[in-house]
């Protein structure tokens, strides 16, 4: 039986653009719309030219996609004005842009109040808009805003609108639930209702995440016909965000239901891309990537407990609905006071430590993981450590170097410019196979400080540490009272750019921090592979 084929369409750069906090450059957009085609997404949606300096720059010269078709995003008339006599829909038709998507009220509330016209100036709008746009020779789509909540009220009309587009020449009608309130159960039935009178093929689904159901009502359009999507990378958009493309691609491709009936442009190789392309637009933003995002996330197939680990390790499936390489992810077993040996065994496994089954170091380890755990440390947070745990237990980390002393201190003092400045002084001795190091150096807390300090020379090793650098530091407080515990996670990474994680606990948080910034440094050496 051949498949249908569904069309994704994605709206990151333009809906996804009215996230509180996100900002595209036109760099970062050209940048997007490519990584957008070369997964294989159908329509790139970059924007609304003449609606900002960025967007108007953006659609003054057609980028290069492959397979994407470029769509400019606008208006359709103004009501009182003819088509030829509307700049805005001047502005969509000069873009160099494959198609057009128009937006157009399709609730006779929203008509009425937000729009303060007639129901019929209304159609007449979206009918001269569309053919305005087919006469120029593109292709059309219309965003049908608020059309669930309008059929709710007056189907008749809420039908009108989107027949008026699709009878003027319109290639896509765009069913959108823009307050973000519809359930499944009513998108389907609406959807198949429109489908009488709109051939499906034609028909797309936008949907808002208000209730956290967009994708949910996604998949419901589709299995009542629709078979257009309109959605953004990792859920991007106003409010609550739109449909997360990164959510469907997957499900799309992977589930019987729907992998059975359907083809999209995403091909399983490009699939494998999905976590790196969420995570490059997560770092284009400068925001950590939600790690537990479906199928992308960090933790989307990451096991924690004894017997769930224990089942993963004899076959994947017994906890797993996809295998994270389909979606360029990977399993991982945390250790932490839940894990048993299972647990233990797998990281080890993962990290490439020797080990014995028989060996009574092993459970030795299990015990330290718990008692250290029950401490305060976090071992599922702070795989580098963990590893350094292990290979200390199990006798395969040489001394390096021993720190014989720090010390730490922070004052108050004023600038050339008379400014008053905190400034922290940190010195480090150190003793490297005989040879005594000391090394003192200034930064703008006592734990930037320690840092430059510990890694300012290391004698013969300290050719393995250049390009180790801090990249976050975090701090949590485990009880309270004066004589509270300090957690600290540093996450660094190297010149290769791979990035860990390490864990200090004390009741003096600059004592956390040196044990963190310890096993950072000490990791960098093993990962090296610097002689003892």
């Known amino acids: 039986m051949s498949r249908e084929r569904l069309y994704l369409f994605d709206t990151t750069l333009r809906d996804g653009a009215q996230t509180n906090g996100v900002d595209f450059t036109l760099r970062d957009k050209q940048l997007i719309a490519g990584l957008l085609d070369e997964l294989g997404i159908d329509y790139v949606e970059g924007g609304y030219p003449g609606a900002n300096p960025t967007d108007t720059e953006f659609f003054a010269t057609k980028p290069k996609l492959n397979h994407a078709r470029f769509t400019a995003f606008g208006m359709t008339r103004r009501a009182g004005r003819s088509a030829s006599n509307d700049p805005g829909l001047a502005s969509l038709l000069e873009a160099k842009a494959d198609a057009i998507c128009f937006v157009a009220k399709s609730s006779a509330y929203q008509v009425r109040v937000a729009l303060e016209t007639t129901n019929e100036e209304n159609l007449a709008s979206i009918r001269d808009s569309v053919k305005a746009a087919k006469s120029a020779g593109r292709e059309v789509m219309l965003d049908c805003e608020h059309f669930f909540d309008g059929y709710k009220e007056n189907p008749e009309f809420a039908l009108a609108c989107a027949k008026a587009a699709f009878d003027s020449g319109a290639r896509w009608v765009v069913l959108c639930d823009t307050n973000g309130g519809t359930m499944p159960h009513e998108v389907e039935t609406i959807v198949t209702e429109v489908t009488k009178h709109i051939p499906g093929d034609h028909v797309g689904i936008h949907a808002h995440n208000d209730t956290e159901q967009a994708v949910a009502n996604s998949l419901a359009a589709v299995r009542a016909g629709a078979r257009q999507i309109q959605g953004t990378l990792n859920g991007l958009g106003e409010r609550c965000g739109n449909a997360n493309l990164v959510s469907l691609i997957p499900t799309l491709r992977l589930k019987q239901e729907f992998a059975d009936r359907f083809e999209i442009g995403v091909s399983p190789d490009k699939m494998a891309t999905l976590t790196k392309v969420s995570r490059t637009l997560d770092d284009m933003l400068n925001r950590a990537p939600n790690r537990h995002a479906p199928y992308v996330g960090e933790s989307a197939f990451v096991t924690k407990t004894g017997i769930h680990a224990s089942a993963v390790l004899k076959d994947p499936q017994t906890y797993e609905h996809v295998t994270p390489e389909s979606v360029g992810n990977h399993r991982k077993v945390l250790v932490s006071d839940q894990a048993g040996r299972s647990n233990v065994i797998a990281e080890l496994e993962r990290a490439g430590?020797?080990?014995?089954?028989?060996?009574?170091?092993?459970?030795?380890?299990?015990?330290?993981?718990?008692?250290?755990?029950?401490?305060?440390y976090a071992y599922e947070s702070a795989n580098a450590s963990f590893e350094l745990l292990a290979r200390r237990t199990l006798g395969r980390v040489p001394e390096y170097f021993r720190v014989e002393q720090f010390d730490v201190n922070v004052e108050q003092r004023y600038n050339a410019n008379g400014q008053r400045v905190t400034v922290a002084m940190a010195v480090v001795k150190v003793d490297v196979a005989g040879e005594k190091l000391i090394s003192a150096a200034e930064g703008n807390g006592p734990v930037n400080a320690l840092?430059?300090?510990?890694?300012?020379?290391?004698?013969?090793?300290?050719?393995?540490?250049?390009?180790?650098k801090l990249i976050d530091y975090r701090v949590r407080i485990l009880n309270g009272g004066t004589e509270a515990v300090t957690r600290v996670l540093i996450e660094s990474e190297d010149e290769a750019g791979e990035r860990w994680t390490t864990v200090g606990v004390s009741p003096n948080i600059i004592?956390?921090?040196?044990?963190?910034?310890?096993?950072?440094?000490?990791?960098?050496?093993?990962?090296?592979?610097?002689p003892a």
Do not use: C, H, T, W
Not at 354 to 374: C, G, I, Q, S, T
């Open 353 to 376: 430590i020797p080990y014995d089954k028989n060996d009574p170091k092993l459970a030795r380890l299990v015990e330290e993981l718990k008692e250290r755990e029950a401490a305060g």
């Open 451 to 468: 840092d430059v300090a510990l890694r300012k020379d290391l004698g013969k090793y300290q050719k393995y540490i250049e390009g180790l």
């Open 511 to 530: 004592d956390a921090s040196f044990q963190a910034l310890m096993d950072s440094v000490v990791y960098k050496l093993v990962k090296s592979g610097a």
